[in-house]
């Protein structure tokens, strides 16, 4: 069956600077690659979509990465704010059945003012 | 735009006591629905899905149940609920299509006391 893992249960970083949170899966490449944010108590929030054949996706501060060979995808947050702390999970939906998604169990990501 | 309503938002129950909780989506026709449950520290687990009126898929062999009585409308319920069906009941909806995202309520927290 198919394994998701997150790097980290959980990642602290200082403000301004960089954070990079990796999904690592084993077995089939999925077709898309979803990353979502959730706070504490709160349902998940979908940020960002990538295909198996993009390499890259942006959007505002947030940078997603796929590389099939390494069964791997990078999730970067740009000059970090306290306001970006909370868990985030990737999820993988392949093409058959229903658009069912695996989720990872997601890292926690703490902004340090 | 559309919107999930998922309610109640949290809710203790005894053991062996039934259990319903509803979900409602408004602002779209012919959703994929899904009801999932997150435990303490741990990714989402899908439950149930459903593509359309009256049909439902198991993800988990247990003893809850899935029923979608109207389009927009799904529903979880229990005839008798075990302690280990305590956790963060999280219902969601997805536009037909693998790419689709997900998008999530806020969640039911169940204690089973």
């Known amino acids: 069956s198919q394994k998701i893992e997150q790097n980290s249960e959980a990642l602290n970083i200082q403000e301004g600077k960089t954070a990079t949170l990796t999904c690592n899966y084993t077995n089939y490449s999925p077709a898309y690659l979803q990353w979502y944010r959730q706070d504490p108590g709160r349902g998940p929030v979908f940020l960002l979509l990538i295909r198996e054949n993009e390499k890259e996706k942006r959007k505002e501060r947030l940078k997603v990465t796929f590389d099939t060979t390494l069964k791997q995808s990078l999730f970067h947050i740009t000059a970090s704010q306290p306001a970006d702390s909370a868990t985030y999970l990737c999820?993988?939906?392949?093409?058959?059945?229903?658009?069912?998604?695996?989720f990872g169990t997601g890292t926690r990501l703490t902004v340090i003012p | 735009s559309q919107t999930i309503h998922q309610w109640p938002a949290t809710l203790v129950q005894p053991v062996g006591s039934p259990l319903s909780l509803e979900c409602t989506v408004e602002g779209t026709s012919n959703p994929n629905l899904y009801w999932y449950r997150q435990a303490a520290g741990r990714g989402l687990q899908l439950l149930f899905y459903?593509?359309?009126?009256?049909?439902i898929s198991s993800e988990v062999p247990q003893n809850l149940s899935a029923s979608r009585p109207q389009d927009r409308q799904f529903i979880l319920s229990s005839k008798k609920l075990l302690l280990s069906d305590s956790g963060f009941y999280l219902c969601?909806?997805?536009?037909?299509?693998?790419?689709?995202?997900?998008?999530f309520g806020d969640g039911t927290r169940l204690s089973i006391l």
């Open positions: 969601a909806w997805s536009r037909q299509g693998a790419s689709q995202p997900q998008h």
């Open positions: 459903s593509v359309g009126i009256g049909q």
């Open positions: 999820a993988l939906a392949y093409q058959t059945g229903a658009n069912n998604l695996f």
